[in-house]
């Protein structure tokens, strides 16, 4: 289950990602702008303070997701992004850290494209640190005997399926757009007792805790600590530095 406030607690971290994307669309009066994957909807309230007079449309495929995006005023939807379809005054299509969990999300984008009019933008951030040390942790942690039954169908893999710049480059130039094509590696300072655990709590390590019970959690996370303390040591002062890949793809339908 997603908890909006436990991915929130680096929300400044993890909205830097999502300025760094729009800065990139330079659609100027859009009719619609929909933010596919939008979460709790802290980030998704920039965009009708960016295009005022635009329809803002937000889906999200977590119930718990939508309602705090509906708390926060947005007319958010429940539903899978592989079944959604823009309407056509549709301009703008952003997905900021949702994409790399459907592994056919680049025919996504192509498909899009098509349904798209000239001149409309899909602008499109995904994670790309999943062979991190941080997520080999979890899967070797993962893999234990205790925890291996339990945890054995989770995809640990799936957001692997983030494929080099290069090549969503290559798919949208041939599907007809001028693409922006990028990766940056941030290199996050992190405090607390345990800050990377703290982090990947809200993203890496969500369906892990839905299948483990109290006591089960509480052992997973007893030995994923030290794990992630050989690979992320603090520095001297306390804090710790997590390097994060993210890959960026912004296309202009032509």
Known sequence: MWDPDTYLAFASQRARPFYDLLSRVAAERPRRVVDLGCGGGNLTLQLPRRWPDAVIEALDSSPEMVAAARERGLDATVGDLRDWKPHRDTDV????????????????????????????????????????????????????????????????????????????????IDAGCTVDVWETTYLHQLTGEHPVLDWITGTALVPVRDRLNDEQWEQFRGELIPLLADAYPPRPDGSTFFPFRRVFVVARVR
Do not use: C
Request: hydrophobic share 45%; glycine share 6%.
């Open 93 to 172: 299509v952003v997905s900021n850290s949702a994409m790399q969990w459907v592994p056919e999300h680049a025919e996504l984008m192509v498909r899009w494209t098509g349904r798209l009019g000239p001149g409309s933008w899909i602008a499109v951030q995904m994670p790309g640190n999943f062979e991190s040390p941080s997520h080999a942790a979890v899967r070797a942690v993962a893999r234990r005997e205790k925890f291996a039954k339990t945890l054995r169908d989770i995809p640990f893999r799936i957001g692997s399926a983030v494929q080099p710049p290069a090549r969503y480059a290559e798919l949208l």
